[in-house]
């Protein structure tokens, strides 16, 4: 037998799987597809224009730093473009969304390496370029109102204030208003129910793991309900107010959860949903910013690899090194 026909076996466990970085990224996309669609029903054309330019602008950006002619690839671009899209105002100016989605590719993904080397989320990179650079845009208290089915409407033209800058807005809506999403916010942020839904493809799929989700919720609704001051009625609906409210389902479900970034062992990613939700109600009841879902996972991708080291299961069974 020739050398290099001969198998290689590496040492055990040895895992099979079918599954591609396309596959997984289709599964991603697919699960973006209601939270996408109920931004078009809310906010009409100028929703679909944002997402078209934001998706089209990573896919041509990393295909021109990779000297690709397929400018979709493994579809990873496309994903990172629409997760960009879906924390960006209904209608910001194309050059806005030009320069963040760029930004989320280069500086968030490729300078690392490309895909599976990035530290940071990298559609959470290009919002915090576009939020430090012109928070005017970004981090203004006046935001469009949901006009649904009004795809002909100039929605820039109705505004109000975000329900987490002002506590008087956020009593104007009900949770149910909330859970389905006819209140003003980011593109992916309004609606929970498209957000769950997604996010429950995602889990039946196995792309997610529950502990981080359910850390990252649990310890918003806590936090908020013991340290919220009950301004929504009562504690209990205060916690559920800042579950619901702003972007904390969305960063839960497909920002914190993004398998390069977070951790890979059980209890790391039990301590890194944890940590997103504190770090994300440390700025929104004490700090100065209404929210702090972007700065909570990208600080708490940084601790990442610290997190893995700490909860690598012990090896029961190996040969003692220093015998």
Not at 85 to 99: E, G, H, I, R, T
Not at 191 to 205: F, H, M, P, T, V
Not at 274 to 292: D, S
Request: aromatic share 10%; charged share 10%.
């Amino acid at each position: 037998m020739k050398m290099d026909k001969k198998m290689i076996v590496s040492s055990s466990p040895h895992v099979r799987n079918i599954e591609s970085v396309q596959s997984v990224m289709t599964d991603v996309l697919i699960a973006l597809f209601p939270v996408a669609l109920m931004a078009v029903l809310l906010f009409g054309y100028q929703a679909l224009l944002t997402m078209v330019i934001a998706v089209a602008t990573a896919m041509l950006v990393e295909a021109l730093w990779l000297r690709k002619l397929d400018i979709y690839n493994d579809g990873s671009a496309a994903v990172t473009g629409l997760l960009f899209a879906m924390v960006l105002p209904p209608s910001p100016p194309w050059w806005l969304v030009v320069v963040g989605s760029a930004s989320a590719i280069i500086i968030g993904k490729q300078v690392f390496g490309g895909i599976g080397y990035n530290i940071f989320n990298p559609a959470l990179v290009g919002r915090a370029v576009v939020l430090i650079s012109w928070g005017g845009y970004m981090a203004g208290n006046i935001w469009a109102v949901p006009q649904p089915f009004a795809f002909g409407a100039d929605i820039s033209a109705v505004t109000g204030a975000t329900a987490l800058a002002d506590t008087g807005e956020a009593l104007q809506y009900s949770l149910s208003q909330y859970f389905i999403g006819t209140i003003p916010g980011s593109l992916g942020e309004t609606s929970a129910l498209a957000l769950l839904i997604g996010g429950l493809w995602l889990l039946y799929r196995g792309h997610i793991d529950w502990r981080i989700p359910c850390g990252y919720l649990g310890t918003v609704f806590l936090m908020g309900a013991l340290f919220g001051g009950g301004f929504y009625e009562n504690h209990l609906l205060t916690g559920l107010f800042h579950v619901l409210a702003g972007g904390v389902m969305l960063g839960a479900l497909y920002m914190a959860t993004d398998m390069v970034t977070s951790p890979v062992t059980p209890r790391g990613k039990l301590i890194f949903g944890i940590g997103c939700g504190l770090i994300t109600m440390l700025i929104r009841i004490w700090g100065v910013l209404p929210e702090g879902v972007t700065y909570a996972i990208l600080l708490m991708n940084a601790f990442t690899p610290i997190i893995d080291n700490f909860t690598v299961p012990k090896q029961f069974g190996g040969v003692n090194r220093s015998a």
